[in-house]
């Protein structure tokens, strides 16, 4: 079952008199459950497809169907409401709140969602113990290393339960060691919680944790295949 269908999809930018194309035909299907990189270098449109994926922008022309849902006839309200309810985003550069410890952080999706706060702390909690946080509960972002502040900018994206997690370029910012403790996080959510993971990266060895791989070259899609390492 395709949870991310994206038929024909164009996206165009005007720079003056010149057109870029950022993404031209590319149409892919992404299975729900599955762990899949989307590999390319710089400029070659992963920003610009995972920001269609993520329902952050909308494609010029073809359509995008998310769990079923047609995209491509949605105001801003439908697809702001989509993108909470569904997907969950993990970035290079962690955006943790500095001023919330590591479980404020992550309580703060539920805060939005009007879970109470008993609930909110319990879940919170277990997910950061699940990825060997339980010590740095009470820490400040400043206070951890860059590899924990990721672990819990994931439980941050995980705590409402999104259908899919999309990760751009998760461990962009850190040393091999934490990056690598950070895809084996990425790979036990994949197995154990079920979530669809979409991973974003210019990294060879990075996009190998995945069980599929998309190579995307100047806004095409030029190579789909399954990866046979297996770390977990
Ligand atoms: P990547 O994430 O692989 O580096 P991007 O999706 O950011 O690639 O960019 C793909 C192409 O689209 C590049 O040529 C880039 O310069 C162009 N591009 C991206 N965003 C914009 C924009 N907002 N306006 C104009 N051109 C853009
Ligand atoms: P790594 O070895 O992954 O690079 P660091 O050297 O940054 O990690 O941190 C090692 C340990 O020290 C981590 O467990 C982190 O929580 C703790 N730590 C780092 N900076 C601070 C700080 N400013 N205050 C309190 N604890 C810190």
Do not use: W
Request: glycine share 8%; charged share 25%.
């Amino acid at each position: 079952l395709a949870v991310i269908v994206l038929k024909n999809v164009c996206k165009y930018y005007k720079m003056g008199e010149e057109i870029v194309k950022a993404l031209d035909d590319v149409t892919l299907e992404i299975e729900k459950g599955s762990f899949t990189s989307i590999m390319g270098p710089s400029g070659s449109g992963k920003s610009t497809l995972m920001n269609i994926i993520g329902c952050l922008d909308v494609p010029t022309s073809g359509t995008y169907i998310l769990d079923g849902m047609d995209t491509s006839k949605m105001d801003d309200d439908q697809l702001s409401m989509i993108r909470n309810r569904k997907i969950g985003f993990v970035f290079q550069y962690y955006n943790l709140l500095p001023k919330l410890t590591a479980i404020e952080n992550v309580e703060l999706p539920l805060i939005y969602a009007g879970v109470p706060k008993s609930k909110r702390l319990k879940a919170a909690r277990e997910l950061l113990e699940s990825m060997g946080m339980g010590s740095r509960l009470y820490h400040y972002p400043s206070q951890l290393s860059g590899g924990q502040q990721q672990r819990v900018a994931i439980a941050r994206a995980l705590v409402v339960n999104p259908e899919i997690i999309l990760a751009d370029e998760p461990t962009g910012n850190l040393d091999s060691r934490s990056g690598e403790e950070v895809m084996k996080i990425l790979s036990m959510i994949n197995e154990k919680e079920k979530k669809t993971i979409v991973l974003i990266t210019h990294d060879m060895k990075i996009a190998n944790y995945a069980r599929n791989l998309i190579k995307i070259s100047d806004g095409k899609i030029v190579g789909q295949e399954e990866t046979y390492e297996k770390y977990v």
